[in-house]
């Protein structure tokens, strides 16, 4: 095992000792069948300029001086590609993705270990430790644990030619939504919309939802118009009023133009309540089914709203002018004999709050009676939509707490 610390800018000699320069960096290589890189070229530095050698070029890389195998002119030179990781130029001193964390690091130091005489980039330190061992401190660094992670949960925040992100979106897709969040809010403004950038729009909307709408207006800033309101389309209509009502009067009017009509009305209808009222903070996409049908009927009507309800832990039953007659669980639902009328499921006496009523009040409401959302109704009682708890305990619990309590109601 070494570093590549240890080994910048030792000496190099050809195979009759004469002097050729220092060694500026190791270039590896990655195989999608392995997943650690393997050094395949060697940069050696010679005053103002530098030559590139294959690995094969070197009899040893770990001595303390690094001899070649012949000499220099008589050897072949390594031309790079793209795919190559310069770990000196691409990786140390670098902010990379530790995906396996979900935040964003930055490289102290790159651990190599030889196997079987090939040389392979085993892990990045991101610690203390490799500071040290930087500064010539070893001995004192090797008292202490290193901070490592390991290669395979890395992701390199690499540039191309126009000095653009090459975005691992790949992974990026694995991660939870609040997980990539939370790196991008690591990032500058220029990474952060590259990454964003490289997202699909129902990645991108997902991520959205899990950021400040403050930061999620910087983060649209730059972004064309026809993207955002694609976009917007795919977020929960009270997160896309959110991020709407902290945007230019003149670029909200444009995106709502451009966005799916009955998405747009939605929207609409969510920004003319305050901000912090229930008709502010409540979605407009919920389970509601009519009272004389069967229990088997709604399980068949239920499996048809998945994707437009935000919630169907709880199913409300409405009449034909959406006034609110009732509720029942899915968990009742289920178990329930299929032959059974709703109107005979449902519970009659439904917890309500006012489409006027603050944000603490609704966040008192469910408190008090251990609710994952509440329906919102007018003085005539017809239901407008509900706040799902997450969104009315923003008002007690930081934003940062918040996004840490499980989406069990989801």
């Not at 109107?343 to 009040?361: C, G």
Request: proline share 5%.
């Amino acid at each position: 095992m070494a570093f590549l610390s240890e080994i910048l800018n030792r000496p190099v000699t050809d195979l009759d000792g004469k002097p050729v320069g220092v060694l500026k960096d190791l270039i590896a290589k990655s195989w999608s069948e392995f997943p650690h890189p393997v050094i395949t070229a060697v940069v050696i530095g010679q005053g103002s300029g530098e030559v590139v050698l294959p690995y094969e070029s070197i009899a040893a890389l770990m001595s303390p001086t690094i001899p070649l195998k012949d000499r220099l002119e008589d050897m072949p030179a390594y031309s790079p590609v793209d795919e190559d990781i310069f770990l000196a130029r691409d990786v140390l001193d670098k902010q990379i993705i530790d995906t396996d964390g979900a935040r964003v690091v930055r490289v102290n130091d790159v651990e190599l270990v030889r196997v079987d005489g090939t040389i392979y980039v085993s892990n990045v330190d991101i610690g203390a430790v490799g500071i040290l061992r930087r500064l010539g401190l070893g001995k004192i660094a090797n008292r202490f644990r290193q901070n490592s992670i390991a290669w395979d949960n890395v992701e390199l925040l690499r540039r191309d030619k126009s000095m653009r992100l090459r975005v691992p979106v790949d992974k990026l897709h694995e991660l939870h939504p609040a997980d990539v969040a939370e790196i991008i809010s690591d990032l500058n403004k220029l990474e952060s919309g590259q990454v964003l950038e490289a997202l699909d729009v129902e990645h991108l909307a997902d991520t959205l939802e899990e950021v400040e709408p403050e930061f999620q207006a910087t983060l649209v800033e730059r972004m064309p118009d026809a993207r955002v309101a694609d976009v917007l389309g795919e977020m929960e209509p009270d997160e896309a009023a959110d991020l709407l009502a902290d945007l230019p009067k003149e670029r909200k009017e444009d995106l709502l133009a451009l966005m799916e009509k009955d998405d747009a009305e939605d929207v609409r209808k969510l920004l003319t309540y305050p901000e912090d009222s229930a008709g502010g903070i409540m979605t407009t996409e919920f389970a509601a089914l009519r009272p004389n049908l069967t229990a088997s009927q709604a399980i068949k009507m239920l499996r048809g709203m998945t994707e437009a309800a935000e919630t169907i832990f709880y199913i409300y039953v409405t009449d034909e002018e959406h006034h609110l007659l009732g509720v029942f669980s899915l968990n009742n639902l289920i178990f329930v004999d299929p032959g059974v009328i709703l109107s005979d499921l449902m519970t009659k006496r439904v917890i309500t709050v006012a489409l006027n009523d603050d944000q603490e009040t609704v966040a008192q409401v469910i408190s008090k009676y251990d609710l994952l959302a509440v329906p919102v109704v007018d003085e005539q009682n017809v239901i407008h939509g509900i706040v799902t708890a997450d969104d009315a305990l923003d008002k007690i619990i930081p934003t940062a707490w918040k996004k840490r309590l499980p989406r069990f109601y989801r």
